[in-house]
C-alpha cells in the first residue's frame, strides 16, 4: 500500500494541526496503521497507532490526552489530531501501515512494512 502522509506546518505552542494518512493501491482493511515521529537528533518513536477493522488506539504517553487518532474508511484515510502542541512536538511525522499487526508490537517500527514520506510538524514557543 502506498501512504501519503499531509497536513504538517508551523503552528505556536498550545495550537493545533490535524495529519492525514491517505492510502492507495489497496485499502486498509486488515491493517494497524500507525504515525510515528522522528525529531533532528533522536531516534523515530512512536506516537500513535489504529487498528483499521475493529478501531483499536494505542497513544505514546507524551501525547496521550492531546493527539486523537481516527479513521474514514470511506476515503481509506487516518486521521492524527493533534491539540494542545508543544515545542518538543517537533518532528517529522511518518504514517504507517502494517498487516496482521499484534497488540504486542503495535508500538514497534518493524511491524509496518509501508512508510509514507513525512511531513514537518513545527511548534515555535
Known amino acids: 500500500v502506498q501512504l501519503q502522509a499531509s497536513g504538517g506546518g508551523l503552528v505556536q505552542a498550545g495550537g493545533s494541526l490535524r495529519l492525514s494518512c491517505a492510502a492507495s493501491g489497496r485499502t486498509f482493511s486488515g491493517y494497524a496503521v500507525a504515525w510515528f515521529r522522528q525529531a533532528p537528533g533522536k531516534e523515530r518513536e512512536f506516537v500513535s497507532a489504529?487498528?483499521?477493522?475493529?478501531?483499536?488506539?494505542w497513544y505514546a504517553d507524551s501525547v496521550k490526552g492531546r493527539f486523537t487518532i481516527s479513521r474514514d474508511n470511506a476515503k481509506n484515510t487516518m486521521y492524527l489530531q493533534m491539540n494542545s502542541l508543544q515545542p518538543e512536538d517537533t518532528a517529522v511525522y511518518f504514517c504507517a501501515a502494517g498487516r496482521n499487526t499484534i497488540s504486542s508490537m503495535i508500538r514497534v517500527q518493524r511491524s509496518y512494512a509501508d512508510w509514507g514520506q513525512g511531513t514537518q510538524v513545527t511548534v515555535s514557543s
Open positions: 489504529i487498528r483499521w477493522s475493529g478501531g483499536g488506539t
